[in-house]
């Protein structure tokens, strides 16, 4: 499934953050691993010349299969057209520390690829500790599910992720109970309606747990480790309590394109994941989010 992993870097310390995971994740996937650095629109050549060298004193580090590429233009648009030549590629890049999620979010490179490239996109924080290549394992995976199609985008690539590197696959549901009690709260005037609710709560557990039963017993089967969990609560809340809790090495969640950003990644649970969470998050778009 992963083809090709490219890593965007910019000449900083903060985007070759990004460089070790995508080497390993690359070296697991038997994937080419292709190191991407754009120039300013006009940048003559010696400026060029001195990215190619950059280029490849970086390269000179990694082992595997690697190649490098260099253009000149809008770094986002650039990264976004080198992804839609390549198959099955993901991307992994580096966002700024928690203090600079915002900044990002508001409209930096990485929120541009993410919304545009139509592909996975890695993105680990600026503050934090990333081990040599060597090193990393992602031991344990966190993959939150709702039972919808869409979130179930995500899955294969958690799935393929947790099989190379020998990880714990850790599926999460949220009961959005608030969302019930806050659509009828206006109207409990009656023993009869609370009995309403009551079910209504009932059946959102049953069908919670029965989806995630069902999903882990499938991803068992497969031969990957999975652990299952079903909380209540705010969806975003409950996910960055889970997550900040659990030591896990990565998140994997779906997440919106063009159309949607506004609608799932600002101010949504996967802003919060980016801004008040531990683990860097593999973005995924739903193919019926690509255009």
């Not at 080497?23 to 691993?33: E, F, M, N, W």
């Not at 649970?269 to 969470?277: F, I, N, S, T």
Request: charged share 25%.
């Amino acid at each position: 499934m992963i083809g090709t992993v490219i890593v965007p870097l910019d000449g900083s310390e903060l985007s070759e953050r990004a460089l070790n995971i995508g080497q390993a994740i690359a070296g697991r996937t038997s994937s080419d691993l292709l190191l991407a650095r754009i120039g300013r629109i006009g940048a003559d050549e010696p400026e060029m010349e001195q990215i190619r060298k950059y280029l490849k004193a970086r390269a000179s580090n990694v082992s595997g299969k690697l190649a490098t590429f260099t253009d000149r233009g809008r770094p986002a648009q650039s990264i976004i057209e080198l992804a839609h030549q390549h198959v099955d590629p993901i991307i992994v890049m580096s966002t700024h520390g928690r203090g600079g999620i915002h900044r990002w979010m508001a409209g930096s490179v990485a929120e541009e690829v993410v919304r545009g490239a139509g592909v996975p996109v890695l993105l680990v924080r600026g503050d934090q500790e990333i081990q040599s290549a060597e090193k990393i394992e992602l031991r344990s995976i966190l993959l939150p599910v709702d039972g919808s199609r869409y979130s179930e985008s995500a899955i294969d690539y958690a799935v393929e992720l947790a099989r190379l590197f020998g990880s714990t696959l850790h599926l999460i549901r949220v009961v959005d109970t608030p969302s019930a009690y806050g659509l009828l709260s206006r109207h409990m005037e009656t023993a009869a309606t609370g009995d309403i609710l009551d079910e209504i709560i009932d059946s959102m557990r049953n069908e919670a747990n029965a989806y995630i039963d069902q999903l882990a017993e499938r991803l068992s089967n497969e031969g990957v480790q999975v652990r299952k969990t079903v909380v209540e609560g705010f969806p975003g809340e409950q996910l960055i309590e889970h997550e900040r809790r659990g030591f896990f090495q990565l998140v994997v969640m779906a997440t919106a394109g063009r159309s949607g950003v506004s609608r799932v990644v600002f101010g949504s649970v996967a802003e919060r994941m980016l801004k008040l969470g531990r683990s860097p998050v593999m973005m995924v778009r739903p193919p019926d989010e690509i255009h």
